[in-house]
Nanobody, 120 residues
Framework: QVQLVESGGGLVQAGGSLRLSCAAS????????MGWYRQPPGKQRELVAT???????NYADSVKGRFTISRDNAKNTVYLQMNSLKPEDTAVYRC??????????????WGQGTQVTVSS
């Protein structure tokens, strides 16, 4: 099995920055596309940013210019640098990854989530 573990969340003032990381662990696997999603309290989950294995990225309009997604393929890790944070960025952030396991089996997996809270 492959597990994703997020870290880096916390409490920050509006205008501040946080850097989230998501590391995949296991054996005999590789990671394809990865993404960050978030779910604010009482709201539906939404896409934040995605990145392909080759590095192509896309962002939600609400975070464009403020957030940067990146990855380190050798470490099976994806990052989300969040700058100029706003209270509306408050949410549980979860990472998602497409996994190729044991040379051919493909599936998606999710991390457990990390809380980001931005004070007014």
């Amino acid at each position: 099995q492959v597990q994703l573990v997020e870290s880096g969340g916390g409490l920050v003032q509006a205008g501040g920055s946080l850097r989230l990381s998501c590391a995949a662990s296991g054996s005999m696997f590789s990671i394809n596309a990865m993404g960050w999603y978030r779910q604010p309290p009482g709201k539906q989950r939404e896409l934040v940013a995605t990145i392909t294995r080759s590095g192509s990225t896309n962002y939600a309009d609400s975070v464009k210019g403020r957030f940067t997604i990146s990855r380190d393929n050798a470490k099976n890790t994806v990052y989300l640098q969040m700058n100029s944070l706003k209270p509306e960025d408050t949410a549980v952030y979860r990472c998602n990854a497409g996994v190729t396991y044991n040379g051919g089996i493909r599936y998606e997996t999710w991390g457990q989530g990390t809380q980001v809270t931005v004070s007014s």
